[in-house]
């Protein structure tokens, strides 16, 4: 009987004996996350789940992430698997608009130039001496891109989910403070203040819904082993621009993108375990990601200097800033910054051209990325 | 297994290279597409 009874009184105090004091931290990290999201309005769709995953995970012996556990499930169905960053991929393809960057492709290059800071990033994550794979899913950090970056790191670092997930979200929401300081170190007074021209419509509808399946069978030819982040884009993208299926579309950019974003949000915050997560290497990577998208900035700024000189100043090379993917924040704060140093300069369009060139420029980033780690034999 | 340097410079050459080659070909592409189906006035209407 007594037995009986201590055993009963020990199975309700057996989960204050089990918690560590890491736990503890990532309650604390799970809490300023829930801060930054409510009060601060970071990606609240993002932090918010996040932040309440990582609390509910660093409550011992609950077994949540255990084999069979309910976060363990849904990590398994559509972490795992890579279903979740690709289905959320439709939704952003359903409610992106190309015609900026097809208005201007020359901005592609702008998002190529955005692009420069995934592979910087990941030179010096190997001479930190990661292994090759944690060095490429700390690289992808700079593609500024939630999907993107959860899609490699699922696949090829598992172990790192967590802290690149959160520092790509996190830094993505701080990039109105992140970029100014950067594109006014990198310009000069009269660059600064070009006022571009905004020219007529010259897109066709035809060219529009011609462009996501030419992009995805030329991408998927140079770089095969990235088809699905590609196709899945250019299939929301196709679905918005045919018109014939709206409520496809509607369903993709709200209720899928949604469902998704909130089931994959909480397992991002189920990997934020105390043990695994308040590790140095952590610090590590999170400072890694953040100089990974400041180097993608000034990468960008640099190549938009290079066409204000190509073009003899008709290129305001702030719209270099928004070639990363944190679509549509990063155009907003080229346009802010530019009427900042000159009223009459709107570079809102441009910067928004540049920004969608970004969005594909991070994707073909990570396929490239891929196919050349197929073609190495490393995965 | 090859050395990390050797890694990372192709990773930097090959994919920085292939990702800029790329977005090139997308935007002469692209362009070629607006000149073959050129925008008509009153389409959006």
């Not at chain 1, 439709?90 to 201007?104: H, S």
């Not at chain 1, 060095?135 to 939630?146: E, K, L, N, R, S």
């Not at chain 1, 790192?160 to 990198?186: C, D, E, F, N, R």
Request: aromatic share 8%; net charge positive.
């Amino acid at each position: 009987m007594a037995d009986a009874m201590l055993g009963g009184l020990w199975g309700l105090v057996a989960g204050v004996a089990a918690f560590h004091w890491s736990n503890a931290v990532m309650m604390i990290v799970g809490g300023v996350l829930l801060y930054l999201g409510i009060k601060k309005g970071f990606e609240p769709l993002l932090l918010v789940p996040i932040g309440f995953g990582c609390i509910l995970v660093n409550i011992p012996l609950a077994g949540l992430m255990d084999k069979g556990g309910f976060l363990r499930t849904i990590y398994d169905f559509g972490v795992i698997t890579e279903l979740f960053p690709l289905f959320i991929f439709i939704g952003i393809g359903a409610m992106t608009d190309f015609g900026p960057v097809l208005e201007n492709p020359y901005t592609f290059l702008l998002g190529a130039a955005g692009q420069f800071g995934i592979f910087l990033t990941l030179l010096l994550a190997l001479a930190l001496g990661f292994p090759y794979l944690d060095a490429v899913t700390i690289g992808i950090i700079g593609a500024c891109d939630g999907p993107t970056v959860i899609y490699v790191a699922s696949q090829y670092a598992p172990h790192l989910l967590g802290p690149v997930s959160v520092a790509a979200y996190s830094y993505m929401s701080l990039v109105p403070v992140l970029q100014p300081p950067i594109m006014k170190m990198l310009t000069s007074k009269k660059e600064r203040e070009v006022v571009m021209k905004t020219g007529q419509k010259t897109v066709s509808k035809m060219t529009k819904l011609l462009f996501p399946i030419v992009i995805t069978i030329i991408g998927g030819l140079i770089a095969p082993h990235g088809l699905p982040l590609l196709a899945t884009i250019m299939l929301g993208n196709f679905m918005k621009e045919s018109g014939a299926v709206a409520r496809l579309t509607k369903t993709s950019e709200n209720e899928l993108a949604n469902i998704v974003t909130l089931l994959l949000a909480i397992c991002i915050g189920a990997t934020m375990s105390g043990p695994t997560f308040v590790q140095p290497t952590t610090i590590i990577i999170l400072a890694l990601g953040l100089l990974a998208i400041c180097l993608d900035t000034v990468c960008g700024v640099l190549f938009g200097k290079i066409l204000y000189v190509v073009t003899r100043g008709k290129i305001n090379p702030l719209i270099g800033a928004a070639g990363i993917s944190a679509f549509p924040m990063s155009a907003r704060v080229v346009q802010r910054e530019g009427q900042k140093y000159n009223k009459r300069s709107f570079l809102l369009m441009h910067a928004m051209g540049a920004n969608a060139g970004g969005q594909v420029g991070s994707v073909m980033a990570a396929a490239v990325m891929l196919s050349v780690l197929k073609g190495m034999g490393i995965i | 297994m090859m050395d990390k340097w050797t890694f990372g410079f192709t990773m930097l050459i090959v994919g920085m290279g292939g990702t800029i080659a790329t977005l090139i070909l997308f935007s002469l592409v692209m362009a070629g597409l607006k000149k073959v189906f050129p925008y008509k006035k009153g389409e959006d209407e």
